[in-house]
């Protein structure tokens, strides 16, 4: 009796092939026959899947990307500052499977860029990573006097540093190194702080004569 194949595990092997593909070849350049060649699989099986819709084998893939992203499960520091670091260095591409992953997620956002439905899922995970960061330098900076537009301007600056790292290494034929881009991370989080003056506590007012 032939052993039965797990739907789900099948879909990732497609998902994968395609990843590779976009990182070897550029987004264009994924076909059936190449996710076939590359996944292992026969034409027909992944027709079984996904129908004779390369369009939908490119959304599955997509979302599977986004689904990876959003649960990994970063380790965060207890101090507020180095949370921030914590997560920059967790979602910068520093080993080769990340660097593949965010080669075709680069892709993905360019393409979304004239591609409604890519953009509305790209857009949703864009803005909750833009949320995480303003929520942890807002903590860093508690002790600190600043206003919310300087914060805005403060979180847009580390949401850049995140998109030039993942640019930057899609650009690369090496991972980041993990030391690098903490490094960096620490060294603008504190000329970040240094800008702003202490937060001076309020007197004890004090009772009786």
């Known amino acids: 009796m032939p052993r039965r194949v797990d739907p789900d595990t099948r879909r990732a092997q497609v998902a994968d092939a395609v990843i590779d593909e976009i990182a070897a070849h550029g987004l264009r350049s994924v076909t059936l026959a190449r996710i076939a060649t590359r996944s292992g699989l026969a034409i027909g099986s992944i027709r079984h899947y996904f129908g004779d819709n390369l369009r939908e ?3 599955f893939t997509l979302r599977v990307l986004l689904q990876r992203a959003e649960h990994r499960n970063p380790q965060l520091s207890g101090d507020p500052a180095s949370r921030v670091a914590d997560l920059v260095v967790f979602v910068a ?8 992953e965010n080669i075709a997620l680069v892709e993905y956002r360019v393409m979304a860029r004239t591609d409604p439905q890519f953009a509305a899922e790209v857009a949703t995970t864009s803005l909750a990573a833009a949320k995480a960061i303003r929520a942890l330098l807002r903590e860093a900076l508690a002790d600190r006097v600043i206003d919310d537009e300087a914060l805005h301007r403060e979180a847009l600056l580390l949401l850049t540093l995140v998109e030039g790292f993942s640019l930057g290494s899609a650009l ?5 190194q993990e030391a690098d881009v903490r490094a960096v991370v620490t060294n603008t989080l ?3 702080r240094d800008a702003y003056p202490p937060r001076r506590e309020a007197p004890v007012e004090r009772s009786g004569p």
Request: no cysteine; glycine share 0%.
């Open 57 to 59: 084998v490119m959304s």
């Open 93 to 100: 591409p520093t080993s080769e499977q990340e660097r593949k």
């Open 172 to 176: 690369s034929s090496t991972p980041l």
């Open 190 to 192: 504190h000329r970040i």
